[in-house]
């Protein structure tokens, strides 16, 4: 990975972006069952700062096809490299960590596969089935990577009949080719059409802070609109370390609240924007807005 090091040019954080973690019996309960059965969530090893509150609304996020990622994003912390072979046993091994945690909405996401002839979307598929088998109550949320915007592919993980479909756009057009490594715009503006074309709820989310202009987020939201996208998330792009891509600015929570104010006025069903919002966050709220909306 590049060196981005800059002693001078490292930002200071404003004081809407310190986390302060709070729990209560509810979130609790759900963070013991992890640690006493060894349970492994997104939401404990990536440190999320809604950890607690999604928890407490009985979400989390599970990460399948292992740790390590045949891509290397500028903006990301996941190990880069040659992965393992997909563990068969995973599905279950899912569906019974949702099981456990009496979660109402169970969000899987993963490195991406490009090793893979089918970018994994057969295990994917496995584990929709294993959840809904042994969890027959609990919506289904998946973030997927592009898979190259094959259709055949995307096909394979819409017909296990998951709540939601996501893929993350990640940033406006002009940043992708620096911030981005393999992933294409417009592959992932390709992948996402053809997730709401399948008559799914399809959802993307978007970093800002790594030096895009208002006309360039807006842009952005216009473009994943177009495609059918129901759901957006925007937040604060935090740097994982001084050797990936620097932060540009810290945006405030001001202008978070104004794009998604912009979004909702182009059409989408829900927006969570703000700094510490991630791409599951209130993940639940979003699915119940969108079938509300579809019943109206």
């Given at each position: 990975m590049p060196k981005f090091y800059d002693k001078v040019n490292v930002l200071k954080k404003p004081e809407w972006l310190k986390i302060r973690l709070q729990s209560d019996s509810s979130s609790a309960e759900v963070e013991r069952i992890v640690r006493?059965?060894?349970?492994?969530?997104?939401?404990?090893?990536?440190?999320?700062?809604?950890?607690a509150e999604?928890?407490?609304?009985?979400?989390?996020?599970?990460?399948?096809?292992?740790?390590?990622?045949?891509?290397g994003c500028k903006f990301c912390a996941t190990k880069t490299g040659i992965p393992l072979a997909p563990d068969p046993t995973e599905p279950a091994q899912v569906a019974e960590s949702?099981?456990?945690?009496?979660?109402?909405?169970?969000?899987?996401?993963?490195?991406?596969?490009?090793?893979l002839p089918d970018g994994g979307a057969r295990h994917w598929a496995a584990v929709v089935e294993a959840i809904r088998?042994?969890?027959?109550d609990a919506t289904i949320e998946l973030l997927i990577p592009d898979l190259d915007a094959r259709?055949?592919?995307?096909?394979?993980?819409?017909?296990?009949k998951p709540d939601i479909i996501g893929h993350n756009i990640e940033t406006v057009e002009r940043l992708t080719p620096m911030v981005r490594s393999r992933a294409k715009y417009h592959t992932s503006l390709r992948a996402l059409e053809i997730i709401s074309s399948m008559g799914l709820v399809s959802k993307s989310g978007l970093m800002v802070g790594l030096g895009e202009s208002d006309d360039e987020v807006l842009q952005t939201l216009r473009d994943l609109r177009s495609?059918?996208?129901e759901i957006v998330t925007l937040g604060q792009y935090l740097r994982?370390?001084?050797e990936h891509y620097p932060v540009a600015a810290y945006i405030t929570p001001e202008k978070f609240e104004w794009y998604r104010l912009q979004a909702l006025e182009m059409g989408f069903s829900y927006c969570a924007s703000a700094p510490l919002v991630r791409?599951?966050?209130?993940?639940?709220?979003?699915?119940?807005?969108v079938k509300g909306k579809a019943a109206r």
């Open positions: 006493e059965h060894s349970l492994h969530t997104i939401c404990s090893s990536g440190l999320c700062p809604n950890k999604c928890w407490r609304r009985r979400t989390a996020t599970f990460m399948i096809l292992g740790d390590i990622c045949t891509r949702v099981r456990l945690m009496g979660l109402r909405h169970a969000v899987v996401t993963s490195v991406t596969r490009d090793d088998q042994e969890n027959p259709a055949e592919l995307i096909e394979i993980v819409a017909a296990s495609v059918g996208v994982p370390s001084l791409s599951s966050y209130l993940a639940d709220a979003a699915l119940e807005s």
